[in-house]
DNA sequence: GTTCCAGTTTGATTTCGGTCAAGGATCGTA
DNA sequence: TACGATCCTTGACCGAAATCAAACTGGAAC
């Protein structure tokens, strides 16, 4: 993850805070405060390491924390009671998350990776927010956003079949694991390291793990990717994923 | 739907508009508007009817117009170029429709029933709601909720069974038709008439036809559910479809 | 009433992906 | 480098839902 903090600005050392050097300073709904708003949302939040596998925010629970993702991956989750899982969403950095204005969270927040992560008491947040229009604004894009990834992402969930599946997830891991810093748009990668186990990406895709890893080696058969390793992907023939993809 | 309004107050006729009849003028993200905002915003907008299978807003189009619904019911949906089609949300009275801040619409959006909607061109309404912290909140709050929503929807689409995929349909259709005027709730209906055909409950459920026509006479046939007419249903045995629901 | 027709139901058959079971690879730790 | 645990792959089989096909139903128009 390239840094891009803007250049480098003097400011009184009281006022200097965490936020003046964090990575995604210029990406998050942060972005475009200024002192002294910056410091007072500063003064509010904590930073907090996450280690993968390790839960931030349970399924239901009373809604007391929201945060911005600094660095690593978190999969949001909805389960059944007999186990049954569904990823219903995936935080990347500089991502918002949490449920700002409502009681309970609709889904458990769990770290794929080591994460670092910039957290809020939740009423604080709503508090702040409610007085900062800008930020609401902020977090309305970005909620409206991802409100039209998760509804794009339903028509491979209810209507497309296994092979589909995964080359549609394939090209989208590769566009979202494109060196997303500063620099103009690099498009989507070539190479990259998957976040998830197999599990992991049938629980994304409402598959079993067996049907993912059979797809998986018919991709490699067919010479359309290479695996070098268990979360390696290479796309060796991006149109032959394309057409897979439907 | 009950008429909702709140007790009737004198205004000067010029200010008169259509907003102050609104049978959603308390529900929609208007409510809270007060002259001489609501006047601006109404004079920006214009009613429309839409009837039933037409459509007001095309997948992959620019974004130009955004909506309140009145009355009906429409249906958010996108499709594959082949033609499968999955509904990804479903608009009521009161609801917000159209993709604001944004340049194109990621749903094609289709009137199930006739319907009446309340249009903005969307660069109108995003300049005036930027003018309107109050209004960008409401429209944040609704947004967040129908993420909650669209999320909690992945889970039957993609991790359940056809059964328990009916099940859970019927059971959120009983709560989302129940009279939601401005009365105490009435908790969920036992009777009520689907807005959608069979092929529509297939297209939000992942399903064909077949299997959402077999599983209704399934339920039919135990005695869980009576179908009165074609969209009528009637819950009869409402903790076994709970049960079904998984 | 009769006809027409879209929408729905029912039946027969197929197939895709799930389930069950076993074996293999990879990584961290000692 | 050996061990163990976890994750992944592969195979055999099964079953739920899709597909293909045909018959039925209930309004709308005449």
Redesign the interface.
């Known amino acids: 993850m390239r840094d891009c903090r803007r250049p480098f600005r003097l400011v009184e050392p009281e006022r200097m805070s965490a936020c003046d050097t964090c990575i995604v300073r210029n990406r998050a709904i942060c972005a475009g405060l200024e002192h002294p708003e910056i410091t007072a949302l500063s003064a509010m939040g904590r930073r907090r390491s996450v280690s993968a596998g390790e839960p931030l925010i349970w399924e239901d629970d009373d809604s007391l924390l929201v945060a911005n993702v600094i660095e690593g991956v978190l999969k949001?989750t909805?389960s059944?009671?007999?186990g049954?899982?569904?990823i219903?969403?995936v935080a990347y950095p500089s991502d918002f998350i949490g449920?700002?204005?409502?009681q309970t969270s609709?889904?458990s927040v769990v770290a794929l990776t080591d994460a670092r992560v910039c957290v809020f008491a939740r009423n604080d947040f709503d508090r702040f927010a409610?007085e900062h229009?800008e930020l609401?604004?902020k977090?309305?894009?970005r909620?409206?956003?991802?409100?039209?990834r998760?509804?794009?992402?339903?028509?491979p969930?209810?209507?497309?079949s296994a092979p589909e599946k995964i080359a549609t997830f394939l090209l989208d891991m590769s566009e979202r694991l494109a060196d997303n810093g500063c620099m103009a748009h690099t498009g989507p990668a070539r190479n990259f390291t998957l976040p998830f186990s197999r599990q992991q990406v049938a629980d994304l895709?409402?598959l079993t793990i067996e049907t993912v890893s059979r797809q998986f080696t018919k991709l490699k058969a067919d010479g359309v990717v290479a695996l070098p390793g268990r979360r390696d992907v290479e796309i060796l023939d991006r149109s032959a994923l394309e057409m897979l993809a439907?």
């Open positions: 949001l909805t059944t009671a007999d049954r899982e569904q219903v969403g449920r700002p204005f409502g609709a889904a409610r229009p609401e604004h977090l309305l894009e909620t409206l956003a991802e409100l039209d998760t509804r794009a992402w339903m028509m969930l209810g209507r497309k895709l409402g439907g």
